[in-house]
């Protein structure tokens, strides 16, 4: 992290230069001890103007000019590791590879080559300089949305993203309808013949990427809930899984019936299970299924309190029990299938693979279509 600090600390010194550097410039952001700026951040304004921080209310509000919300610098130094140095003609911003500039309480904002206005130029509060979030974060290739009903302004955004765009999930869409997704919804019935497959538990890594694979090849997608020790363990399958256009769900860190453990350290499996998945760069939000479908209105509601929407399913393809085998799961699939149900099975083996490769086949040829739950959701 020195050494990026450093690099990011000459750059804005050259970018200030090019500006007709003033004489007085602010420190730089000091470096922090870990490098967490390549780190998928979710950043949420509320209609209180208090600040989120992937679910953590932050000690700093933004303020709101118009239509206009702003937030102080340190909170993309909190969230991005923003770097930047300020002048009163000049000022540079550094996050990754991305680099503003802009002059005084000039309207505009060079990002690169191109300009972009400020529908309010940053300005200072005391020692704290405030910035227009959606106007910068925007074209730097952030998702930004504003939650329904609720109007809170939410920012998502991994500086992995800069090299890397597929990281950026379609599922974040999601978050700006979350509070409108019924409660642990099982199916979405509708004249579109649809299936939602979904993928749970501690998964094999070569099982789940071949069934990652396989969707692929038929133009559909599906919903992997994932256990957080398992994806410590297996990075390279998540961010396989991201590139391929399905979505991640969260399915907690090591798998505990919820109902066996207290309200605390359910909350806080949920929330390992995110951090896990963030310092891969992407996110389980807004998909959250509970171990064993053990589950009850309670543990619902801290589901809720984390920021997740419970997923649900119709029917459960038979393949973790003794007798299991592939002609078994291919019969539950062929006697339940109906346009909009979400089924779950559990890739712990190529036989589920074997299931998949047997009947996507047969479902597409009576013209189902394959979706993950993000695609399903968005049909409402």
């Not at 410039?25 to 979710?42: G, I, N, Y």
């Not at 310092?279 to 997740?308: E, N, W």
């Amino acid at each position: 992290m020195i050494g990026n600090g450093k690099l990011l600390q000459r750059l804005t010194v050259v970018l200030l230069a090019t500006c007709f550097l003033a004489p007085l410039v602010l420190p730089v952001m000091p470096a922090q001890a870990a490098d967490t700026t390549s780190w998928f951040r979710l950043v949420t304004v509320d209609t209180n103007l208090d600040v989120w921080l992937n679910g953590t209310k932050l000690s700093m509000q933004a303020k709101r000019c118009g239509d206009t919300v702003l937030v102080p610098l340190s909170v993309l130094h909190q969230a991005w590791g923003v770097t930047y140095a300020l002048s009163n003609v000049c000022s540079a911003l550094s996050i990754g590879d991305s680099h503003a500039v802009w002059q005084g309480r000039s309207p505009i904002y060079r990002l690169g080559q191109q300009e972009f206005p400020w529908d309010v130029a940053p300005f200072m509060v005391g020692a704290q300089l405030y910035i227009p979030l959606r106007e910068l974060m925007e074209p730097m290739g952030a998702f930004v949305g504003t939650a329904k009903p609720s109007g809170d302004l939410i920012v998502a955004y991994s500086t992995q993203w800069q090299k890397q765009p597929w990281l950026r999930q379609a599922q974040l869409a999601q978050l700006e309808k979350i509070d409108q997704i019924p409660m642990g919804v099982k199916s979405l019935a509708g004249r579109a013949k649809v299936v939602a497959f979904t993928f749970d538990d501690n998964w094999d890594p070569e099982a789940t990427a071949r069934i990652a694979e396989l969707f692929h090849q038929y133009n559909g997608h599906c919903t992997f809930f994932v256990v957080g020790t398992m994806a410590r363990a297996h990075p390279e399958v998540i961010r396989e899984i991201v590139r391929l256009g399905h979505d991640i769900g969260n399915h907690t860190l090591s798998h505990p019936a919820a109902t066996k453990i207290t309200g605390t350290d359910f909350a806080k499996q949920i929330r390992a299970c995110e951090q896990v998945l963030n310092g891969i760069g992407v996110t389980s939000r807004p998909y959250f299924r509970f171990p064993y479908f053990a589950q009850d209105k309670h543990l619902m509601k801290i589901v809720t309190d984390q920021g997740f929407v419970t997923i649900g399913s119709a029917w459960t393809i038979e393949d973790t029990e003794p007798n299991r085998s592939v002609a078994h799961s291919v019969a539950t699939i062929r006697r339940f299938i109906s346009p909009g149900v979400i089924f779950v099975a559990h890739p712990n083996s190529t036989m589920t693979y074997t299931v998949m490769k047997t009947i996507l086949p047969e479902l597409a040829a009576r013209g189902y279509s394959f979706v993950s739950v993000s695609e399903l959701l968005s049909r409402r």
